[in-house]
């Protein structure tokens, strides 16, 4: 059977991350990823980044992911594209539809020594009358259009979700050249920052808050062609006679991401439910071990964040990985994560941060409790 | 129908993938060669990747990253073929698909 000293699932700034660490480690690393090109959602963050220095404030998204893939490629990293993992199973076997070019596959199952899953998040959904049409999308999926393809999803669109998803995907759909006709709210108040909202309001947008969507009204062939809102009460129901309707061929939605993951569930891998971090997560350690020994997570699966935190956490991960297979001395790596988690630390500051910075002390602390040391599986 | 993007004040939209033709549902169309062949259909204004089973109801772009398989569609004979993560090669035969196989 084939294998490799660590198998990465995942290849965006959490896996590429732990990559680099791992392959300048000396490990054998594999990288498999479903998508056609590797850097995760980063390809599509045309923005650039806050924050400090060191965590690349004022560098775009794309920049961070062609950085990152330079160090990848100079770390030895093989990377496997268009090759999705489908199974994984007890005694660190990994099985991948692996891409061969011309539509053929072939399925290899690996033995991996250490298994480090950054599997990424995926959209919520709102669910209305008509939600499923074609027309109706995630907010993510409008931003892969435009960003990625530089193709636009529709001229008129409706977002759905004042988040900064929300706020800035408006924004770079305008930039794309669409027409955002609303930005629609159920909370009573805008939710992302007000830079991000500011930009949105001087373009003429109007943000309805305390509003929702009724209904995307299609036409003869299913497509969306109108879009009713409405005001809501107080429980987020719809107030009958309050109704607007917006002439959009687009619905996107932004109304949070919750982690994926279907491996660490197949491998009953511990979890615990946080709310904070879009739901049900894989319990980790401070070495991102799951409560099964040599088997790793990072990033957004593990409770969703942002870019910098999944590279941070990415990073541990492959400092970790390697150090338990020998190729790093115990002090060397302790000294390393330490200054990694406090730049975690550092990222989650600030007002939205500091709920973040406790959530995942608490994630820490429960492992302790529940499970103590990784067990071998 | 051209939904392609004509200018931008950040990105570099200077193309130099090769043109290509694919056909779509018997219909001629140009393609970047290498793009998600979603990208393809929706440049040209094509929304409607496939029919559920059940109900017949159309399903087009979702997710954009191949979580959803919404586009799924029939790619040189090849049913479920997820669109927005398989890119572009001249002469593809792409068909819509109908339930879970064409017919299905």
Same mark, same amino acid.
């Given at each position: ?5 660590? /198998? ?14 791992? =392959? ?7 990288? !498999? ?64 539809? %692996? ?13 991996? %020594? ?6 990424? !998040? ?23 259009? /435009? ?65 929702? /969507? ?7 062939? =299913? ?51 946080? =709310? ?102 | ?104």
């Amino acid at each position: 059977m084939l294998s490799r000293d660590i /198998v990465i699932i995942g290849a965006g700034p959490a896996g590429l991350a732990a990559s680099i660490e791992a =392959g300048k480690a000396g490990a054998d690393v594999l990288v !498999a990823d479903l998508n056609m090109k590797p850097g995760g959602q980063l390809f599509k963050q045309i923005h650039k980044f806050f924050g400090s220095s060191e965590h690349h404030s004022g560098t775009r998204g794309t920049d961070i992911g062609i950085r990152l893939l330079k160090e990848a490629e100079n770390a030895g990293v093989e990377i496997w594209l268009r090759s999705a993992v489908i199974g994984i199973f007890p005694g660190n076997k990994v099985a991948i539809r %692996k891409d061969l070019g011309d539509g053929k596959t072939e399925l290899i199952t690996l033995l991996a %020594k250490k298994i480090i899953m950054a599997t990424g !998040a995926s959209e919520n959904v709102v669910r209305f009358k008509g939600w499923t049409s074609p027309g109706v999308m995630g907010a993510g999926a409008a931003q892969t259009m /435009v960003n990625v393809n530089h193709v636009k999803p529709g001229k008129k669109i409706v977002m759905v979700g004042s988040g900064n998803v929300g706020l800035i995907v408006s924004y770079q759909l305008m930039q794309a050249g669409c027409e955002v006709v609303a930005v629609v709210e159920a909370a009573p108040g805008i939710g992302g920052y007000a830079v991000h909202a500011a930009k949105i309001c001087r373009a003429g947008v109007p943000i309805y808050t305390k509003h929702t /969507v009724v209904e995307a009204v299609t036409d003869e062939d =299913g497509c969306v062609k109108e879009v009713v809102i409405a005001e809501v009460d107080g429980k987020f129901n719809p107030v009958a006679g309050t109704e607007k309707r917006l002439e959009a061929d687009t619905v996107t939605i932004a109304a949070g991401l919750k982690p994926v993951v279907e491996l660490p569930r197949l491998l009953n891998c511990d979890f615990s439910y946080h =709310g904070l971090f879009g739901g049900w997560i894989p319990l980790h350690n401070k070495n991102m071990e799951t409560s099964v020994a040599g088997i790793y997570v990072a990033g957004d699966s593990t409770g969703v964040e942002e870019a910098n935190t999944a590279l941070e956490e990415g990073r541990i991960a492959g400092i970790a990985a390697a150090e338990s297979l020998g190729l790093i001395p115990a002090d060397r790596a302790d000294a390393r994560k330490k200054e990694i988690w406090g730049r975690l630390e550092s990222l989650r500051m600030g007002p939205f941060g500091e709920k973040r910075l406790k959530g995942k002390e608490a994630i820490l602390k429960e492992y302790k409790e529940r499970i103590g040391l990784p067990s071998v599986r | 129908m051209n939904m392609r993007m004509e200018n931008h004040v950040v990105i570099d939209l200077k193309r130099d993938a090769a043109i290509v033709e694919i056909s779509v549902d018997g219909q001629k169309v140009k393609a970047c060669e290498g793009e998600p062949i979603l990208a393809a259909l929706l440049a040209s204004g094509i929304k409607i990747n496939r029919y559920t089973m059940k109900k017949h109801e159309p399903r087009g772009l979702f997710c954009g990253i191949g979580q959803c398989t919404d586009c799924a569609m029939i790619v040189n004979g090849q049913p479920n073929v997820r669109t927005c993560i398989t890119p572009v090669q001249a002469g593809m035969v792409i068909q819509t698909q109908d339930g879970l196989t064409k017919g299905g």
